[in-house]
Nanobody, 126 residues
């Protein structure tokens, strides 16, 4: 059974930074891409970014240049570094593990993922 546990959320002022972490267990972590999604109240869960098993990254246009995803395979952890935060970034942030190892195509789709963390709240005040 795969488990994903996020941490690092909180309240921050606009322009500030936060770093989220997601620790994985129950799967050969290094063989899988890892995705980050977010869901604001009343909105659909949306893609934030993904890091491949080889540490290539891809981001949504809304966060490109402000957010950075990295991974530490030894610690089975993926990170989401968020800078220049805006009130529109307020959401619950989820990490996710995809269904197939070594994949990197179509990773902006929720359908590619079969395991999700419980989420961590990020609130950006204006």
């Amino acid at each position: 059974q795969v488990q994903l546990v996020e941490s690092g959320g909180g309240l921050v002022q606009a322009g500030g930074s936060l770093r989220l972490s997601c620790v994985a267990s129950g799967r050969t972590f290094s063989n899988f891409a890892m995705g980050w999604f977010r869901q604001a109240p009343g909105k659909e869960r949306e893609f934030v970014g993904v890091i491949s098993w080889g540490s290539s990254t891809r981001y949504s246009d809304s966060v490109k240049g402000r957010f950075t995803i990295s991974r530490d395979n030894a610690k089975k952890t993926v990170f989401l570094q968020m800078k220049s935060l805006k009130p529109d970034d307020t959401a619950v942030y989820y990490c996710a593990s995809p269904k197939k190892p070594y994949g990197f195509a179509n990773m902006d789709s929720r359908e590619q993922y079969d395991y999700w963390g419980q989420g961590t709240q990020v609130t950006v005040s204006s």
